[in-house]
């Protein structure tokens, strides 16, 4: 029998461990799953959240891409993931900064790429691949950034593209995706890490006067599955954020598996990861809300 697969689309290097490293490396210690991880661009603007690093950054040597590469390399390897792909090749597709930067006229900028070339590319891995599920973001890509409501659109359009025989036979047979899923997060988890962080010098809520300001996160009862990772998966996560050191600085509000999380709130604050089911039928569920506890069921 050949392995089932799934097939993760994700904007920067890090995002992979941040959103979905629990569920990575959850899978990848069973033989009978394929992952594959396609990643949209290098993450060249990304914020440098170490000094002694702070000069690769973009209005500085601009060397953060070639940097966040070797970072991401060390980061997949740690999750077991050994299936990996740029859109486009390394470097196509330029991170696009936040919403209404002036990087997002790059020419290269990821926000403005055409949808169907940019898909054509993400067809012919899907076609090849033939994974069973597709997981990418929701249509406001989490949280708004540029590359990932971008990232979102791409994955969506590649993947009725890749059922169409009659789109590009020449990117292979056609293939279509049982599941679609989107990344998320429950309110009552935000409830949590937005009270653990009041007060803090580094609380990411800091805009925010109630959860109810915050652009993520859905109900509860809107969400579909619930990936829940045991130790060996915790460490591979812990030591894929590691990996990604100009990102995610020990201690800081990023470190979901440092004593700020990952010690106040309980393990499950880091390693449980949340999806809502896009397409496709819902698998046999369990708990209050009948999450689902596997992608592929």
Known sequence: MSARGILFVHAHPDDETVSTGATLAHYADRPDVHLTVVTCTLGEEGEVRVPHLAQLAADQADQLGGYRLAEYRAAVAALGVTDTHFLGGVGRWRDSGMMGLPSNGHPRAFWGADVDEAAADLVAVLRDRRPDVLVTYDPDGFYGH?????????AMRAADLAADPTWRPDLGPAHRIRKTYWTTIPRTVIEARFAAFAGASDNPFAGAASVDELPFGAPDDQIHARIAAGPAAAERKRAAMAAHATQIAPGDWLDLLGDKLGGGLGEDAALAEYYILAAGEQG??????????DLLS
């Open 146 to 154: 540029p590359d990932h409501i971008q990232a979102h659109r791409v």
């Open 284 to 293: 046999p569920g369990e708990g209050p809300h009948g999450w689902e506890s």
